[in-house]
C-alpha cells in the first residue's frame, strides 16, 4: 500500500529546471497536516542524505548544497510536498525520496530519478 508517491523526475540539462511532487494518498487532512515532510536523495555510490524538509509549521530547512536553488513548499489541501529545483548541476543527480513524519511513524516514497547533464 503506497503512503507516498514521486513524481516529475527526468533528464535536464545544466542549469534547467524540475519539480518534483510527492503526494500521500492515504492520508486524511489533519494527518498530513500535522505531519513532517522532507526530500533527500542518493547520488550514485552515496549515502542518502537530506535535501529540504518543511515541518507542520511551515519551518524549512535546506542543506548548503542547495541553498538559494531549490525551494520545498506543501498544500495540504491536496497533501502535496514539492521540490522545485533550479539551476540544476550534475552533482544534483541522484534518485530522490520523499519523506514523511507522523505520529504513527516514518515513511518513505520509492524515489523518482534525477539526472543532470550537459
Known sequence: QVQLAESGGGSVQVGGSLRLSCVAPRNIFSVF???DMAWYRQPPGKERELVASITSDRAVYYADSVKGRFSISRDNSRKKTFLQMNDLKPE????????QRRDSGTYWGQGTQVTVGQ
Do not use: G, K, L, R
Not at 544534483?92 to 519523506?99: L, N, P, R, S
Open 92 to 99: 544534483d543527480t541522484a534518485v530522490y525520496y520523499c519523506h
Open 33 to 35: 497536516s500535522a505531519s
